[in-house]
């Protein structure tokens, strides 16, 4: 970033007009003003030189576009001290004048708003451990901090964050089925459909934000649904996941934001994505997510009562519901099914014909308020006139037939359901019955129409107790995960949103319930759903194998998955540590995986590094508790093999993986 700055002053230093005449030095508001008027000179100035042209213009076709934004971030670099920055951890709502009075809109103020969060995890609670002498004892303490999470910012680490969205080698491809032995088998081959889409379901392990980006060469724009269940960010002792769910606020909007950006470019022109969240991060969540698919694709905020006990424990409100918030990509092209998800409304539906199971409704508009008054909707107000035995209704008059107008009980003039050319067109769904001395006009409500889904789901069949985690342990027969999804609660959310060949992602897999409930409703409809699964953690995914592979078994599916993971870098780090003969081999071995695989800028570590081992104590220690510290810190952080140099011997990855890899990029 330093070289950069000074080729910037030394360019800038030629033009006299960005020249303080006090100082002698650049007046950077004078160069911030230039940039928001497109000057001339300073575009000039900037373009001329490769360096510049190439960090802070965009190249379409043979043009070249000026990223201001960028370039007025970089002239703030005072805020910065390398490629990571060094803000205040703290996010709030404002606009572009950093003001919110008498505003109709806000945005998320993102101090660090153009970064990328890595989020890796190397164990369940997201903590980094380290080492550390304690001179009452003359013993070296394990001990754990948070893990300091990774922000590369995309103008000052741009070479970084290229290199960490490029695909990824792919290793240790299994197939299961219901056949397979506990380990599965080896992949053969990958089934794609006849256009060349990949038709597998997966579940993938590995970092989730750059698992996503190696899925999007081949399923950009492929995903029907997105369905994640994030890390709540509760805090404190609300902590019941075996997710890190201790996030710093901003840590965890621009971890979300990282994510939710992929996933746009993921989904379908008609897709959908819902997330669910607690109320400790739904108005933010929402005001990000408003900005990145737009206000007008949200669909709604859904409360789900997934605890009907409530929390016996709460200080104030006993919390019964999470909520799950769905957008459309594109609301204009996006449809619900037509379906029916609650018990109880199917047995409302009391009358049958050869059409099937129905209900009646009154053909009278009678909601609504002074909308559906006759004064104001005309086009809707005129007689139907109904056959004396009420064996035939017709829209157009007949001898002895009784004229009906939309009249409610109440005596006022509302109007039908429908204009009178569309209601021809459905006369033989429409009943006429005499009430009293009234006659009245009753659709037919067919079930196969489905109903019109609440915003509050609070069956039964919702309760993350009962649903979840039992329903869990007895596939299992062991109780192995803390807190999993109903299974209803995504299975109903997959029967509004896909059908048939659909294909739904989960990249917060947990214990593969969205795998699980996308087997089951294929089981249920004769539909061809395709799951993807991500999830970083080994013992997660060992849940999610064993229970989709048991489903599968189960239900006698002829289904199957295919397992893969993203290679990591430090791997071959690991296993020379793991034979290494002394003391110096080990030292000698770490230094060059330091800087080899760029681990972490922990500055424990890097005490660990120059300090600790050279200090006659950490000499003495076994070598075996040496070489447990020495993984411990190449734990800390798990980068990973491109799928560009998977080849180097280095990696050791397999000729039968580098195949596979090059089969699923197509390559």
Same mark, same amino acid.
């Given at each position: 970033m330093n070289k950069l700055k000074q080729t910037l002053e030394k360019i800038l230093k030629k033009e006299k007009t960005f020249i303080d005449s006090e100082s002698?030095?650049?007046?950077?508001?004078?160069? =911030?003003?230039?940039? /928001?008027? +497109?000057?001339?000179?300073?575009i000039e100035i900037l373009i001329s030189n490769k360096e510049l042209k190439t960090k802070f213009f965009t190249k379409? =076709?043979?043009?070249?576009?000026f990223n201001i934004q960028d370039f007025k971030f970089f002239l703030d670099e005072s805020k910065i001290d390398n490629s990571y920055t060094q803000y205040a951890n703290?996010?709030?709502l404002s606009d572009s004048s950093g003001l919110l009075e008498n505003k109709s809109e806000v945005v998320l103020d993102f101090p660090f708003k153009d970064c990328v969060?890595?989020?890796?995890?190397?164990?369940?609670e997201g903590t980094a451990t380290y080492f550390e002498h304690s001179d009452k004892t003359g013993k070296y303490q394990e001990k754990q901090s948070k893990r300091n999470e990774i922000f590369f910012n995309q103008v000052l680490a741009h070479d970084e964050i290229d290199r960490l969205y490029d695909k990824k080698a792919l290793i240790n491809w299994k197939r299961f089925t219901k056949d397979s032995k506990k380990g599965g088998e080896a992949v053969k081959e990958i089934k794609r459909d006849k256009n060349g889409l990949i038709k597998e379901n997966l579940i993938i392990k590995g970092n989730n934000l750059l698992a996503l980006h190696s899925l999007k060469s081949e399923f950009a724009g492929k995903i029907k649904l997105i369905y994640i269940d994030p890390p709540y960010n509760t805090g404190g002792d609300a902590n019941i996941f075996t997710y890190n769910n201790n996030f710093n606020h901003s840590t965890w909007l621009t971890f979300m934001k990282n994510r939710l950006g992929i996933s746009k470019d993921l989904l379908k022109d008609n897709g959908f994505i819902a997330v669910a969240i607690d109320h400790f991060e739904l108005?933010?969540?929402?005001?990000?997510?408003?900005s990145m698919f737009g206000r007008e694709n949200r669909i709604g905020i859904i409360s789900i009562v997934n605890n009907p006990m409530g929390r016996n424990q709460a200080k104030y409100f006993s919390t019964i519901n999470d909520y799950m918030i769905v957008y459309a990509k594109n609301q204009s092209k996006a449809i619900f099914n037509n379906v029916v998800l609650n018990e109880d409304f199917i &047995?409302?539906?009391? =009358?049958?014909d050869s059409g099937g199971k129905y209900k009646l409704k009154s053909f009278v508009r009678i909601g609504g308020g002074d909308e559906n008054l006759r004064v104001n909707k005309e086009s809707f107000w005129y007689p139907l006139y109904v056959r004396p035995d009420l064996t035939d209704i017709s829209?157009?008059?007949?001898? &002895?037939? +009784?004229?009906?107008?939309?009249i409610s009980p109440a005596g006022q003039e509302r109007t039908w359901k429908l204009k009178k050319s569309s209601t021809e067109k459905i006369l033989y769904e429409l009943v006429a019955e005499k009430q009293k001395s009234q006659i009245i006009i009753y659709q037919k409500y067919r079930i196969e129409n489905g109903q019109k889904v609440p915003t509050i789901w609070s069956d039964k069949k919702y309760n993350a107790n009962h649903q979840g985690a039992r329903l869990l342990e007895g596939i299992m027969g062991n109780k192995k995960f803390s807190y999993p999804k109903s299974l209803y609660t995504v299975l109903d959310t997959l029967k509004l949103m896909t059908s048939d060949d659909d294909i739904i992602l989960d990249f917060h897999a947990g214990s593969g319930t969205t795998g699980h409930a996308t087997l089951e409703l294929n089981r249920e409809d004769g539909g061809n759903r395709q799951f993807i699964l991500v999830e970083q953690l080994e013992e997660h995914i060992k849940i999610c194998i064993e229970r989709n592979q048991k489903v599968i078994d189960k239900q006698k599916f002829t289904d199957s998955f295919v397992y893969f993971e993203l290679a990591k870098w430090n791997e071959t780090a690991k296993e020379e540590i793991n034979k290494a003969k /002394?003391?110096?081999a080990l030292v000698k071995l770490f230094d060059s995986s330091y800087e080899k695989y760029f681990l972490n800028y922990n500055v424990k570590i890097k005490d660990f590094k120059d300090k600790i081992i050279k200090e006659k104590n950490f000499k003495k220690l076994p070598l075996s508790e040496q070489k447990r510290m020495f993984l411990t810190m190449l734990d800390l952080n798990q980068m990973y093999v491109q799928e560009s140099e998977m080849g180097s011997k280095e990696f050791k990855i397999s000729q039968e993986d580098q195949k596979l890899t090059k089969e699923f990029y197509k390559k």
């Open positions: 002698g030095e650049v007046n950077y508001v004078k160069v =911030k003003d230039s940039a /928001d008027k +497109i000057d001339k000179k300073l379409i =076709k043979d043009v070249y576009v703290k996010i709030g969060l890595e989020g890796g995890q190397s164990n369940e108005g933010y969540l929402l005001v990000l997510m408003d &047995n409302t539906f009391d =009358k049958s829209v157009e008059k007949k001898k &002895n037939y +009784i004229e009906i107008f939309p /002394d003391y110096s």
